[in-house]
């Protein structure tokens, strides 16, 4: 046979062809799905702990202090998913030395208040069960809120100086910003509640910048502040000459002043602390 003589074909195929497979295609999964996942996790965790721990579990339901808790780590996962759990740690730390100043304030009156309960996006609420004696005393426990919430982004901020920390320093602009908000002159507010012992006409103010705010930059949480403050100022308008109501917010022209100072210079030193402290993210 010659050396161009044709090859005999081998009688069996020289590969084995790949069988033939249906490929669906892939449809990602819709966000809300991804968030709600993000959200749940967290609390998952948590169960998955406390069923492990039976009697744990039921030594913390008979202390208020759980309620605070789980409500405080609901609030860490849904700030999380915005900012990083290091952030939303500090910022539900900020929020609760903030209330803290109320509960404080409201013992020292003897008035009875229940322990901080978070909302996500929306802060916290200490309960009580009966409003202070007059508007004084009222502007006294709305204040202490935004007093002792400044001492406590004062020492954040001094932490984030001495360790050159971004973050601290983010943390401490936020915390200035949570309480100078807080002193809008608008009842839900700590502000609307100090400004009843300066004047309540001051309420209708607070209410008209509120919706000049929520025109200039509409945000759900200030709609319904918005909400909740006209609600208010409207029942309050109502029993303007109700005696009992007169009584409440019959103040001493230096209760009058000392509130009206203690608001205002509070006011001014946070619109400053808040420029000193504004940094670029970088964390």
């Known amino acids: 046979m010659g050396p161009f003589a044709p090859q005999h074909e081998p009688d069996y195929p020289l590969y084995e062809p790949e069988p033939q497979r249906e490929y669906k295609p892939i449809h990602p999964e819709p966000r809300w799905k991804e968030i709600g996942k993000k959200l749940i996790a967290p609390l998952a965790a948590l169960g998955a702990i406390l069923a492990k721990f039976k009697f744990l579990a039921l030594a913390l339901f008979k202390f208020k202090i759980f309620a605070t808790s789980a409500t405080m780590l609901v609030s860490i996962a849904a700030y999380a998913w915005i900012w990083g759990w290091r952030f939303a740690a500090g910022f539900v730390l900020l929020i609760l030395v903030h ?98 012992a300066v004047h309540p006409a001051l309420w209708a103010v607070g209410l008209a910048g509120l919706v000049a705010l929520a025109f200039w930059h509409p945000n759900p949480v200030l709609i319904l502040i918005l909400a909740l403050g006209a609600v208010e100022l409207w029942r309050r308008w109502k029993e303007r000459d109700n005696p009992a109501a007169a009584a409440y917010y019959k103040v001493t022209t230096s209760q009058r002043l000392t509130a009206g100072a203690v608001y205002i210079g509070l006011a001014v030193f946070l619109a400053v602390a808040m420029t000193a402290t504004h940094v670029e993210r970088t964390f």
């Open 99 to 196: 209330e803290l100043g109320h509960v404080f304030e409201l013992r020292r009156q003897g008035v009875p208040a229940s322990a901080p309960l978070f909302i996500p996006f929306l802060g916290a609420v200490v309960g009580m069960k009966q409003m202070p004696a007059d508007a004084w005393k009222e502007a006294r426990v709305a204040l202490a809120g935004p007093i002792l919430g400044t001492l406590g982004s004062l020492a954040v901020w001094g932490l984030g100086e001495a360790f050159d920390s971004p973050l601290l320093i983010a943390l401490a602009f936020t915390g200035f910003f949570l309480n100078l908000f807080n002193l809008l002159p608008v009842v839900p507010l700590d502000g609307g509640r100090a400004v009843a």
